[in-house]
């Protein structure tokens, strides 16, 4: 089981926020952003006698509101195709136990958010990646590259779109050769689409559910945490038309007895009229994504591309060793008693070696403390590269 790139380092920034030193959290998609008044207001207005169990499947009330949320980006469900999951995580593992055996192959286009590689051990399934390239801005690589990959123990293809960590968004050509490449194998396609709210392009969305001819091959992931900033109630979902992979989830569902009531309820009261909500948290986003990539291009020696969806980009670093430099900063370094908390990228690849140079960065912080974090990086690769190690 892999550590995780995103939290491995927290007990370094728990010891460097004990000797007072402030650490700006740059390393996890933990919006900073308030969750939408009118779910607050639910969630302190519950009035039950009982805190019961739940349907396995979720509330019938939550996924008739999911049918009508996807509706509006043309995806068009019934509420048996949905099934409430303990956040997208626990969908991910789902899907991952109902859909492989042990030792079937999953191919994934890294780098890839890291906990895909701890669910597919716990299924005992086995990751093939494709690596992608900064230089490309992390395009998806060609098609003859998944097709190298492909055995008889090949099952699955799994995307994430827009993209954890690097914040591509997949073109319909893109998605279309994805399309074909399952098509022709039978392959399953996971597709996480967890950000779709945060797109900044004016491509129009494409998700795996508008792929034609693969409609009972798509499993798509979903989740509320990162749309209403609810990353705490673990509300996620499972969207299938394939009823055979629905009875094989709803076996786990039911062994793991059901999703989480309060999370519900609030998620539920999160979905309707919350527009206004949601465009706000856009253009904050829009805007932060702007002070971030412009302020990283400009310190000497660092490179990102223009992420154009969720709210993360991969930077390379004038460092032989991103790992050690992220350690580094929070057990050895501050600048006026600040430093910096990243992801080392190496992490979110599974091919040994890649992304040793390079970080994700969330900005999830408002843009005060994005320019302060900016110089303090800037003043950790100055000092950092100057040491005689």
Partial sequence: MPSSPIRKLTPLANDAKARGIKVYHLNIGQPD???????????????????????????LSLREKLVKYYHKYN????????????????????????????????????????????????????????????ETGFAL????????????RTKAILI?????????????????????????????????????????????????????????????????????????????????????VRKAVMKFCQARLSPPLIGQIIAEASIEDTVEYSTEVYEEYVARRKCLVDGLNKIPGVYSPIPMGAFYTVASLPVDNADDFCAWCLSDFDYEGETVM???ASGFYSTPGLGRNEVRIAYVLNQTDLKRALVVLE?????????DR
């Fill in 33 to 59: 952003l308030p969750t939408p008044q009118k779910a607050l207001d639910v969630m302190k207005s519950i009035d039950r006698k009982v805190l019961e169990y739940s349907p396995s499947s979720g509330f």
């Fill in 75 to 134: 995806i068009e469900l019934v509420p048996d195709d949905i099934i409430v999951t303990t956040g997208g995580s626990e969908a991910v593992l789902f899907a991952f136990l109902s859909c492989l055996n042990p030792g079937d192959e999953i191919i994934v286009p890294e780098p890839a958010y890291a906990n895909y590689m701890a669910f597919a051990v716990s299924a005992g399934a086995v990751i093939k990646s494709v690596p992608s390239s900064i």
């Fill in 141 to 152: 690589p060609p098609v003859e590259e998944f097709e190298k990959l492909i055995t008889d």
């Fill in 160 to 244: 994430c779109n827009p993209n954890n960590p690097t914040g591509y968004l997949y073109t319909r050509a893109e998605m279309n050769q994805i399309r074909d490449i399952v098509k022709k194998h039978d392959l399953y396609l996971f597709s996480d689409e967890v950000y779709r709210e945060f797109i900044y392009t004016g491509s129009p969305y494409i998700s795996a559910c508008h792929l034609e001819g693969i409609e009972e091959n798509v499993v798509l992931i979903d989740s509320v945490s990162k749309r209403y900033s609810e990353c705490g109630i673990r509300i996620g979902a499972l969207v299938t038309k394939n009823t055979e």
């Fill in 342 to 344: 990243m992801a080392p």
């Fill in 379 to 387: 003043k950790a690769l100055e000092k950092y590269n100057s040491l």
